[in-house]
């Protein structure tokens, strides 16, 4: 809450300033203050307190150590051997908390749910950023 009241006493010597109109005023500083809240801050604070952040699926699937490297996991979504959700995706598709995604190795099927989402992570901890749902 101490950014916001930060923001929120910055912004009214602005509004004052600036004589703009009380609604735009309100418009362009809710925005910068929904900003702050949802992408910003949260991504400083680490990713796991975001509800709303989204990763890469070739990121994820390197970070997790699911696939060793991240053009191997692109490669691999760009030959369509991954879904998300039951559809093909792409090394750019968004995931997000709660995701199902199917990998095909060959004949075999692996399916897991994301859990986190987090920029880096270390070995320990990359097993802990996904659900197996199966493993055939």
Known sequence: ??????IHN???LHYSAQRQSRQAFLINNYKKIFYIYTRAAPIAR????C???????????KVSRIIKRRTVAAQACDDGRAEVGGRPAKPSTRLKVGD??????????FSFRVLSL???????????????????
Do not use: P, Q
């Open 1 to 6: 809450m101490a950014i916001l009241s930060n």
């Open 46 to 49: 680490g990713a796991a307190l």
């Open 10 to 12: 910055d912004t009214i």
């Open 100 to 109: 199902e995604v199917t990998l095909r190795f060959g004949d075999k099927l």
């Open 51 to 61: 509800y709303n952040y989204r990763m890469r699926l070739d990121k994820f699937l």
């Open 118 to 136: 987090n920029e880096n992570a270390r070995k320990e901890e990359a097993s802990l950023m996904y659900e197996v749902l199966d493993e055939n």
